[in-house]
Structures are given as structure tokens and as C-alpha cells.
T-cell receptor, first 115, second 117 residues
Framework: DQQVKQNSPSLSVQEGRISILNCDYTNSMFDYFLWYKKYPAEGPTFLIS?????DKNEDGRFTVFLNKSAKHLSLHIVPSQPGDSAVYFC??????????????FGKGTLLTVNP | ETGVTQSPTHLIKTRGQQVTLRCSSQSGHNTVSWYQQALGQGPQFIFQYYREEENGRGNFPPRFSGLQFPNYSSELNVNALELDDSALYLC????????????????FGAGTRLSVL
């Protein structure tokens, strides 16, 4: 049973345009969400996170939106650059600030930014 | 500041054998987590260690075991290897109860690719 779902296996956008990656979750206990980026032959790299007490968090070109009632979050990248081409993982954790930092990951979305 | 390093990068074993994977945490971190990433899947939580004690475990059988050492380096041991154990094994370190914008963030190594034949 997939508790974190990334329903788009891949996404292709033009350089300079917006990339929107989506993530849905089913477990109401999740209250902290993270996005990781993964290049081939490297480990996942932390991008941005959001707590359930917020609905938006920005860091430079990256913005994460959280809709708790819909159990949905999205990552916006504006403007997209060819170096953003990678697999993006959505991850969720219960009990933010607590002692259990188990992360539950989605299957990932391969983003390709075309020059 | 050194990052998370894992060894070896690749490993080939046969069914029934035992394997030990190693991880060196990022300096200053006191918690290490291990994940299994099968092909086409996201990383799946195996277990976490804090102060040399297991601090949470995912849905993996007891033949998956771990150790954390006083210097916060860690090992993942898998006994009686099965074909389905073929995967990328990722180690991630973090600072338990860290506050601020890095709350809950885990820092990953590049992984060990295990192939079981």
C-alpha cells in the first residue's frame, strides 16, 4: 500500500518554463514533508521541506505547496534549468520534531528540462 | 564538513550468503538510517540507529540487522541473501531533535549497489 504517491513517472519541460511535480499521501499521521532530488550514481539530495502548519514554503526557485485537506503537495520550479533534470522524490514523516524520523518515499518523478 | 560515505559502491553476492555494508555519517550527526531502493521504486526505510540503539524499524525481516559505533559510523548486515535483496542500499545521517529549517532532514550517501545472483 503506497502511502506516498507520485503518479507521474516522468515530466518534460522547456528551459525557462515552470516545472510542477505532484505528490499525494494517504496517511493522516504525516505532518512533515520533504522533497529530494537524485542524480544518477548519487544519493538523494535534500531540496526543500514543509511542515503541516504551513501551506507554502519558498527557497529561491523552489516552492512547495501543501493542501492538507486534499492530502496533496506540489513542488514548483521556476524557472526550470537543464541542471534540474533529475529524479525528484517526495517524502513524508510523522511526528515532526519527535524522535522518529522515518521517511516514507514516493516512487519518484523523472524531470527532464530541455534546452 | 565531510558528507555521508558508503562502501563498497558495488557488490555481487550469491543467494544464501551474508553481506556487510558500511556507512560513515556526516560529522556532527548522531543518527543513522538505512533504506533499500529497489529498481523503479523509492527508498524504503529499513531501520534507524541513535546512540548505538535501534530507534525504529520498517517492514524488514530480522535477517536485516545493523550496528552503530561510538564514532557514529554504521553497518548494515544481511544474512541468508535472497534474489529480491538486490537493490541500492542507502545510508542517511541526521541530527536527532534538530530544530529550525533543517528539522527532520536526512543526508544521504551515494549508496551501495548489491546484486544477488
Amino acid at each position: 500500500d503506497q502511502q506516498v504517491k507520485q503518479n507521474s513517472p516522468s515530466l518534460s519541460v522547456q528551459e525557462g518554463r515552470i516545472s510542477i511535480l505532484n505528490c499525494d499521501y494517504t496517511n493522516s499521521m504525516f505532518d512533515y514533508f520533504l522533497w529530494y532530488k537524485k542524480y544518477p550514481a548519487e544519493g538523494p539530495t535534500f531540496l526543500i521541506s514543509i511542515s503541516s502548519i504551513k501551506d507554502k514554503n519558498e527557497d529561491g526557485r523552489f516552492t512547495v505547496f501543501l493542501n492538507k485537506s486534499a492530502k496533496h503537495l506540489s513542488l514548483h520550479i521556476v524557472p526550470s534549468q537543464p541542471g534540474d533534470s533529475a529524479v525528484y522524490f517526495c517524502a513524508a514523516s510523522p511526528n515532526s520534531g519527535g524522535s522518529n524520523y522515518k521517511l516514507t518515499f514516493g516512487k519518484g518523478t523523472l524531470l527532464t528540462v530541455n534546452p | 564538513e565531510t558528507g555521508v560515505t558508503q562502501s563498497p559502491t558495488h557488490l555481487i553476492k550469491t543467494r544464501g550468503q551474508q553481506v556487510t555494508l558500511r556507512c560513515s555519517s556526516q560529522s556532527g550527526h548522531n543518527t543513522v538510517s538505512w533504506y533499500q531502493q529497489a529498481l523503479g521504486q523509492g527508498p524504503q526505510f529499513i531501520f534507524q540507529y541513535y546512540r548505538e540503539e535501534e530507534n525504529g524499524r520498517g517492514n524488514f525481516p530480522p535477517r536485516f540487522s545493523g550496528l552503530q559505533f561510538p564514532n557514529y559510523s554504521s553497518e548494515l548486515n544481511v544474512n541468508a541473501l535472497e534474489l529480491d535483496d538486490s537493490a541500492l542500499y542507502l545510508c542517511a545521517s541526521s541530527l536527532l531533535n534538530q530544530r529550525g529549517p533543517r528539522l527532520g532532514v536526512q543526508y544521504f550517501g551515494a549508496g551501495t549497489r548489491l546484486s544477488v545472483l
